[in-house]
């Protein structure tokens, strides 16, 4: 078993079901007590959607992060680049990055527009993340 973090897990894949965006949070509890967060964010729209498993997430977005609207998506879109860019170069060096935070890559297009949910909610796992983690990605982190 790995230490104490959970699973995380983006995939950004194709989804063909219907025409609208939607969010859906669910809470499980595991046998030892503790919550699972899991975020589902899915375009099928676009075709795509993110998948976030990491207790505490759904709480710190609630309580913590900007309201939706507070950044443009132009400027998600520019922060979660540096973001990706930086994760995926960790995941590629497991002897290097813990390999127990840093377990797959994300596959993220600066070519494709995913909309602004998609946006906001990897940007705010970033700097949770990171916050959570004590994990600097990419300049500063904000501590929201």
Known sequence: M????SILLFVLGI???SCSSSKTIVQKTTGDGTQKD????ANEELEYEVIIIDPGFNTWLVSMAYPRGYYSQSYLEAKNQF???EWNNR???PQRYNPNLYEMTIDYSPH?????????LLYNY???????????LFGRVPSR
């Open 2 to 5: 790995k230490k104490y973090i």
């Open 15 to 17: 989804i063909a079901f």
């Open 38 to 41: 899991t975020v589902r964010i």
């Open 83 to 85: 973001y990706v860019s």
């Open 91 to 93: 995941v590629m060096q």
């Open 112 to 120: 494709i527009d995913y909309g602004y949910e998609v946006n906001y």
């Open 126 to 136: 970033f700097i949770y993340f990171q916050n959570t983690y004590k994990q600097r």
